[in-house]
């Protein structure tokens, strides 16, 4: 009996010293799992993702669907419209919290001209050149890979990175006999960079299927620093699609400057009134309900951020003052022209006073802020200029007995949210970061970036925490997109820590 009892007490001891993975041993096994991961990264990456042509995600689903099932998960499709979501699911031994887990698949379009490789598909390893170039090296030589080289491909960072690091973070937990006491259920979004459109109806739907304790978003790129990061909040978007309009089909700018009104010049002299020479909106109330209390900015200037280094990085000679300092700025809805377009330039310029121009808005959501009511301010700015709004293609009537005319149509995507700090999600996820770094990680108020997960926290009422883990020179949405392998080694780290401690 007394051998028994030491037995059992020994086998207590070993099962929870596993579930204790140490900072050594974390990065003996996070070294191992990121070579033996390298062939799923190149595989997931060379199946096409734009999300605008559901045959390339079925592809992607049926992949998720097998690496999920290999790994003793099992999977449901919850159908939308277009294409699905993907649940996977896995029970915890005796476990009491269910955590959920958001991963996108889908990437941005791509312009296969403007990228420095054959194919955006066809991931390939690059090591840097003292010039700040980027040298192609042959995929074999990623077994004996330094931190500062790279694979470039689309999503290599926007987010198939951390699906294939989280897939090399279960095989370690598995290899390590370590089973999590919680269940682990995996939401996997493949219109992403759609704005998930679909989602906020999806999660309602299946609001029981989906119920969980917290959510942890394995997504975008650490803080400048590089160094772990966890952050606690994003932004929402909202989207705004302005026009204006000139004569009903462009003109000669010979026979018509002068007389005919130019849209383009009008619509500048629009936008132009929303903001002042500092960067901030001059619509009055757009920041109406934002406060940043002494609390609330002990924690935003406890990031280490660096002014002149994110100036130098973006090569600016001046900065917008919204707020004193950067992560004061993104505590505040934006207004961002994110494009503009009338008439023709550069080898296409051509003479003429063109018959429209229009300009897509994006403005970024806080919590404290309606986004209807953000929308109806810009709206009725527009009007105070003289403007008739519409929300159609004007007649010609309206465009004959109005002066000025212009279209205006939004979207609402998402709202912002904000998890404590000192959360039960806040607290398990600090403790397996410090074990895993042995250093408090960064900690992020809000990010100014938007995640669509805002369904998962008002409809299943649960806290979320984002983790990133990619470099933040990633080029994310742009040509050249990639993931540092320094960082992608840190990111099965942090995941298999995660995984390994207790809830």
Known sequence: MKKLFQFSFLLILSVSFSQKLDQNRLEELSSSYAKSSFPILREILSIPNDAFYPEEIEKNIQWCENAFEERDFTTTRIETSTVPLLLAERAGKKAKKTVLIYLQIDGQPVDTSRWNQESP????????????????????????????????????????????????????????????????????????????????????????????????????????????????????????????????????????????????????????????????????????????????????????????????????????????????????????????????????????????????????????????????????????QGFYVTDKVPTKAERMSNEKVATFNYEVSYQSFRTDFDSEVGLWLRRAMQRSFNAEPIMIRMSGGSIPISPFVTTLGIPAVTVPTVNRDNNQHSPDENVRLGNYREGIQTMIAILSEKL
């Open 121 to 384: 598909y066809t991931p390939v390893l690059k090591t840097p050149e003292s010039d700040g170039s980027w040298k192609e090296i042959p995929w074999e030589r990623i077994q004996n890979y330094e931190d500062d080289w790279r694979v470039f491909a689309r999503s290599a960072a926007d987010a198939k990175g951390p699906v294939a690091m989280f897939l090399a973070a279960l095989d370690a937990i598995k290899d390590e006999k370590i089973s999590p006491n919680f269940n682990i259920k995996v939401i996997m979004d493949f219109e992403e960079e759609l704005g998930s459109p679909r989602l906020p109806d999806a999660v309602t739907r299946n609001s029981e299927l989906l119920k969980s304790d917290m959510l942890i978003i394995f997504d975008g790129p650490r803080h400048i620093t590089n160094k772990p990061t966890l952050t606690f909040g994003a932004r929402g978007i909202a989207t705004i699609q302005l026009t204006t309009y000139g004569p009903i089909a462009a003109q000669h700018s010979g026979h018509f400057g002068n007389f005919a009104p130019n849209p383009a010049l009008r619509l500048s002299k629009l936008l132009a009134s929303m903001k002042d020479d500092d960067g901030r909106v001059i619509i009055p109330g757009f920041y109406d309900g934002i406060s940043i209390d002494e609390e609330t900015a002990r924690i935003l200037k406890a990031v280490p951020d660096n002014t002149e280094q994110i100036m130098d990085r973006l090569q600016l000679g001046s900065v917008d003052k919204v707020g004193s300092y950067y992560q004061e700025a993104i505590q505040y809805p934006s207004l961002n022209i994110r494009g503009m377009q009338s008439g023709w330039i550069d080898e296409k310029a051509r003479t003429i006073v063109p018959g429209w121009a229009r300009a897509e808005i994006d403005v970024r959501l806080v919590l404290e802020s309606d986004p209807e009511r953000l929308i109806s301010l810009i709206r009725n700015h527009v009007e105070k």
